[in-house]
């Protein structure tokens, strides 16, 4: 069996991820774990499947004729997992909505290697004064070379900058 990782993109319908599971399980392979949203009309996810090597070939095409039905698939090799040991690490940030902050955290974390493994992001508006306020969920995979204390104080000098409130803390 091969991982495959498949992305998928289209339009909010019923049914689109049972027409996707449905090829993976005619081509004999094993869904394994998905996330997937609904976001302003459109449909977007990212599936791992088990797929034996010599049902590759049908499963693509297959894959690929959900196009015709307004389903772009896209698939890719799994790829190797970092090495190194790594702590998981949970941000959670809220402040108001301006242009660049994810751009600003994002360079932050990548400047200290950490590794971003999941990220959740919304713009609302607040519930007292309806001001846009931006709120980001983080899962981050902090090398065990890097104290904790160091990345924190280096969001923190950052959050001032953008006026958000930022939290750590260890996944457990």
Known sequence: MDHLILTV????????????????????????????ARMAGQFAGIVRVDVPAEAHGGLIRE???????????????????PGGR???????????????????ITRVLAEQGVNLESLLTEVAPAPMSGELLFTAEALLAVPETLPLEKLQTRLETLADDLMVELNLRTEE
Do not use: T, Y
């Open 86 to 104: 790594f702590a998981a690490i949970r941000l959670e940030l809220v402040g108001n909505d301006r242009p660049g902050i994810v751009r600003d």
């Open 63 to 81: 894959l690929e004729a959900l196009g015709a039905q307004g389903i772009r698939v896209q698939l890719a090799a799994s790829g190797s997992e």
């Open 9 to 36: 993109i289209a339009e909010d319908q019923p049914g689109l991820v049972e027409r996707l599971a449905a090829c993976v399980a005619k081509h004999g392979g094993n869904w394994l774990e998905s996330r997937m």
